[in-house]
């Protein structure tokens, strides 16, 4: 009963201490948001220029020329040519529109990503959503599209700041203060203390996935079969992260030099999980160290459900790697974990 108070005293204490933290609301809540803003920014600048368009014969092509009919910039005409066009070729056009079976395909000139946006919404308005609109490029590539890009990539940040800025530095912190000295002395349990950081960390993880899920709904980029299977995956990664967060933070004790070393981390897990840069596009000693970082196995897994893309290893495969790396990385904090440096082993 004692130990299931000092639990929730707490809970509500640690919750307190994280919503006050300016830089820790910062960093875990408004910074992905940003980061999103900015690259939804982007996109929308980036839907400017003209588009040569063709569209199949099919029973929707007069739908699809009247909502594109007056769109500025944007020249969309029925195929008129005898035989439909091969897939590696554009036939002097920037995009060709195929739809059979209620599903789109639209072959797009990669350097005229520009024009995805503008076709997903008229698409859309003739009644084909994003979620059966497949875009590609002529040599079976996916275009750059901005604003999916971001979305995975905003998700990773987001999860990684609870961890590290979130997690790690704030109990760094309380070593340095002498804080978890002080608990020490006390007949607190270690594993009472670490499981009074969760509740509000998973809140903020929930809300993390609820608004950037409902953002990747809104844009049509997250069918609704999609959206389960994305919030298990972004628990189990959340979980895997923060029992890594734990292992750096049961022995550091000086919160600057963390930040930095964490600051560094994030970028470094971003490029190497794929979503700055391409793996097929990184030589094959960066895609060998890919493989052997579970992060990777988050990256692909949240690539697979927010932009359609083929997985790598399989959401099976995704999902134990995870749960694998959240049990190494907590046993080891676990064993590791000191209120103090001091303390015998």
Do not use: C
Request: glycine share 12%.
């Amino acid at each position: 009963m004692i130990e299931i108070q000092a639990l929730r005293h707490l809970v509500k204490t640690n919750t307190r201490e994280l919503v006050r933290d300016g830089k820790t609301v910062f960093f875990v809540l408004l910074f992905p948001l940003l980061f999103l803003a900015m690259f939804l920014g982007f996109g929308y600048l980036n839907t400017g220029g003209t588009y040569h368009v063709a569209v199949q014969p099919s029973p929707t092509q007069q739908q699809i020329l009247q909502h594109a009919a007056g769109i500025k910039g944007l020249t969309v005409e029925g195929w008129t040519r005898g035989s439909p066009p091969a897939l590696t070729d554009l036939a002097g056009y920037d995009a060709i529109v195929t739809v059979a079976g209620g599903r789109a395909v639209v072959t797009i000139d990669s350097a005229k990503f520009g024009a995805v946006k503008i076709l997903r919404e008229v698409l859309g308005d003739s009644g084909i959503d994003a979620g059966r609109t497949e875009f590609r490029t002529p040599d079976g590539g996916q275009p750059f599209d901005p604003v999916k890009a971001s979305l995975p990539t905003a998700l990773v940040m987001a999860l990684m700041s609870v961890a590290f800025f979130g997690t790690a530095t704030p109990l760094i912190a309380l070593r340095q203060r002498g804080t978890l000295r002080l608990l020490g002395t006390t007949p607190l349990r270690r594993r009472t203390f670490v499981a009074a950081q969760a509740p509000a960390r998973l809140a903020l993880v929930a809300v993390q996935l609820l608004v950037l899920g409902g953002v990747a709904a809104g844009l049509g980029f997250l069918p609704a079969g999609a959206a389960l299977r994305l919030f298990a995956t972004g628990l189990l990664g959340a979980l895997m992260l923060f029992a890594f967060g734990y292992l750096a933070a049961s022995r550091l004790r000086n919160p600057e030099i963390a930040n930095g070393v964490l600051a560094v981390l994030m970028p470094v897990v971003l490029l190497l999980g794929g979503l700055f840069l391409p793996l097929q596009m990184m030589p094959a000693a960066l895609r060998t160290v890919s493989d052997a970082l579970p992060t990777s196995y988050l990256v692909d897994a949240l690539n697979h459900d927010l932009t359609g893309a083929a997985s790598a290893h399989g959401l099976v495969v995704d999902w134990l790697v995870m749960a694998t790396a959240a049990l190494i990385f907590g046993g080891l904090a676990a064993r590791l974990f000191r209120w103090d440096q001091g303390e015998g082993q």
